[in-house]
């Protein structure tokens, strides 16, 4: 078993050109800092704001080119997805939960703004997020199940669920089954619906959108368990937040229960299902953006 882990790339082409498109949008649906309450502007667009990958919004504006639309159609609910995203990121990181002082190459927002500012912060941003979706130009049939996409997707039966059974499953034997629904919710629930919400932006069919949705909760498990695998091997300054936590907390990870290997294995199998979802949807770029972007949900670096 190697000591590191070694990624077959850094950085995606395409993940870059989304993700300044997306940094540029955020910066203007987020509230300045000169507005009052000012320090809780200030936190929202610390988090918010800092250097992170967007592929949730990516995946959302790939998504609705691959059916066929214009991806920027899809660019603000891309940004609501990740102001989202970014919520999650400070509660995850708070002490009652986690207990990370760094995130995204730098300290994590209690650290810098104090815990009650960090959670009011994080509330603002999952309202904002909303407020975004809510306001899309789109009929009111795709704004209203957008909207229930995204709720569904970060509730009891979506990321906060799976927040909730990891963290009750830190020091237990977790079995396959367990681990795989902590994973699917965690992080496959979010993943899935910007890439669901992309679709119905794109103009896509029902048949289209659930098979972004089969694609999409593949590339979920393939990502966290690269961030499973990355927390074991690689280091803070590569990863730019805490690495070795998952083991010292006792967490349920994918490395824990079937080791370094396989656990790649589990992730590229993931990612072959993936890409195979995706053939009901038109040969066109954005399908392959999409492509690119699973393999580099396995293959990145941070």
């Known amino acids: 078993?190697?000591?590191?882990?070694?990624?077959?790339?850094?950085?995606?082409?395409?993940?870059?050109?989304?993700?300044?498109?997306?940094?540029?949008?955020?910066?203007?649906?987020?509230?300045?800092?000169?507005?009052?309450?000012?320090?809780?502007?200030?936190?929202?667009?610390?988090?918010?704001?800092?250097?992170?990958?967007?592929?949730?919004?990516?995946?959302?504006?790939?998504?609705a080119g691959a059916v066929g639309g214009d991806p920027t159609a899809a660019l603000d609910a891309g940004c609501a997805v990740e102001m989202l995203h970014c919520f999650s990121l400070i509660h995850d990181d708070l002490p009652?939960?986690?207990n990370d002082d760094l995130r995204r190459g730098r300290p994590t927002c209690h650290r810098v703004y104090g815990e009650a500012l960090a959670i009011l912060a994080g509330d603002a941003l999952f309202a904002r997020s909303l407020e975004v979706l809510a306001g899309i130009a789109?009929?009111?049939?795709?704004?209203?199940?957008?909207?229930?996409?995204?709720?569904r997707a970060a509730g009891s039966d979506g990321l906060v669920g799976g927040e909730v059974l990891d963290v009750l499953s830190e020091g237990r034997d977790v079995d396959a089954e367990t681990l795989r629904f902590i994973h699917s919710r965690k992080t496959g629930a979010l993943i899935a619906a910007a890439c669901q919400i992309g679709g119905l932006l794109g103009g896509g069919s029902e048949a289209q959108v659930q098979a972004l949705g089969a694609f999409a909760t593949d590339i979920g498990l393939a990502f966290q368990i690269a961030?499973?695998?990355?927390?074991?091997?690689?280091?803070?300054?590569?990863?730019?937040?805490s690495t070795g936590s998952d083991r010292e907390r006792a967490k349920a990870t994918y490395p824990a229960l079937y080791g370094v290997q396989r656990s790649r294995e589990i992730a590229?199998?993931?990612?072959?299902?993936?890409?195979?979802?995706?053939?009901?949807?038109?040969?066109?770029?954005?399908?392959?953006?999409?492509?690119?972007?699973?393999?580099?949900?396995?293959?990145?670096?941070?």
């Open 268 to 302: 590229d199998e993931a990612v072959v299902r993936a890409i195979a979802a995706l053939d009901p949807l038109p040969d066109n770029p954005s399908r392959e953006a999409l492509r690119t972007l699973a393999r580099f949900a396995v293959e990145r670096d941070s």
């Open 227 to 241: 961030d499973d695998l990355l927390n074991v091997l690689s280091t803070a300054d590569a990863l730019g937040k």
């Open 1 to 63: 078993m190697a000591d590191r882990y070694t990624p077959r790339v850094s950085a995606d082409p395409a993940l870059k050109s989304y993700a300044s498109m997306v940094d540029s949008r955020l910066d203007a649906l987020l509230p300045p800092e000169t507005q009052r309450p000012s320090e809780l502007h200030r936190a929202m667009r610390y988090s918010c704001l800092a250097p992170g990958k967007r592929l949730r919004p990516a995946l959302c504006m790939a998504s």
């Open 138 to 151: 789109a009929q009111d049939s795709v704004r209203v199940r957008s909207v229930s996409l995204l709720t």
């Open 96 to 98: 009652a939960i986690d």
